[in-house]
């Protein structure tokens, strides 16, 4: 015999209390399974409720899955700041870049990633702030599966965190992430290093940056840029171009136009892979870091 249907509703309700995503849904299926199959009758209008709610989760996760392919691609690479609500990431993202975002010293005031270019060594990089990830953020949470569906497209991850804040609040970023299936090259941003010492970690490259201190902005630039992997390429005649090794002299050429790709027949290089200054080479030749390239065409 079935326990009263105004029992019932309530005991649903609060095994659903706090659920989202993923979480709610497999509850609900759950709930589905238990319940008495009557085509009539209070347990029918439950039955009917239970459904509308598994639809209700579905179309939920449908727009999530649409806003986590609404950050465009720009520059040569894509880094994704991540972190626990209130870990500095708006204020390092402003300090890189022109962008103005709303800041303030209380938990998601970021809801939505933000993109933004900044140029390092010359090369325009795209940072993209993904909004503090909470606990089940992997399993639907707090818009969490949406957020993680942007961060699995970057190049690379800069973990934040503010020191002096318990190195737990990271670790429960870090496990979401993980239990996503998401592996990128990382280190960890030890922000507001102004107040108190940047801590140790035993996994991660630390970089003590503070938005006040210039020479610490730079040192996380470049930080930064050995995390993308980019080889940067000086044109003789343009800006500098970040490219993924190994790079040759017709790479160079496709970045600038796809005409001048075909017509390239080689080059005259400066720098660590020549032998000499200018030395004429052909399309095949492989650059390093800092040369600087001049292409020739036919």
């Known amino acids: 015999m079935p326990m009263p249907h105004r029992t019932q509703m309530q005991l649903i309700r609060r095994r659903l209390a706090g659920k989202e995503g993923a979480e709610r849904t497999r509850e ?8 008495p199959s009557y085509r009539n009758g209070p347990y029918a209008d439950i039955r009917k409720w239970v459904n509308g709610q598994i639809g209700e989760a579905r179309s939920r996760a449908r727009v999530l899955s649409r806003d986590s392919i609404a950050v465009r691609r720009e520059g040569a ?9 209130n870990a500095g990431k708006s204020s390092l993202l402003q300090a890189l870049s022109e962008i103005r975002i709303k800041t303030g010293d209380y ?3 970021t809801t ?17 702030e993904i909004p503090g990830l909470i606990d089940g953020a992997s399993e639907g949470r707090g818009g969490g599966r949406a957020l993680l569906g942007v ?3 970057a190049d690379a991850i800069v973990y934040c965190h503010a020191a002096g804040r318990p190195l737990r609040e990271l ?6 992430v993980a239990a996503a299936g998401i592996e990128l090259p990382a280190i960890l941003a030890a ?3 102004d107040e108190v010492e940047a801590p140790s970690h035993p996994e ?9 201190d210039d020479a610490a902005l730079e040192r996380f630039r470049d930080a930064v840029w050995r995390l993308t992997g980019l080889v940067r390429i000086v044109l003789r005649d343009g800006e500098p171009v970040g490219l993924r090794p190994p790079v040759t002299v017709s790479d160079v050429a496709a970045t600038i136009h796809h005409d001048l790709a075909e017509r390239c027949t080689g080059a005259r290089v400066w720098g660590p892979s020549a032998r000499f200054p200018g030395q004429r080479v052909g399309r095949t030749h492989e650059l390093v870091e800092d040369d600087q390239v001049e292409i020739t065409v036919r």
């Open 107 to 109: 938990a998601f005031t």
């Open 28 to 35: 609900l299926r759950a709930i589905l399974a238990e319940l």
């Open 191 to 193: 922000t507001k290093v």
């Open 112 to 128: 939505r990633p933000v993109p933004a270019l900044t140029r390092i060594h010359g090369v325009l990089v795209q940072l993209v």
């Open 151 to 153: 961060l699995r497209s």
């Open 77 to 85: 690479a894509q880094i994704a700041l991540v972190g626990p609500p």
């Open 171 to 176: 670790e429960a970023v870090r496990a979401e």
């Open 204 to 212: 991660l490259e630390v970089v003590p940056v503070s938005i006040l």
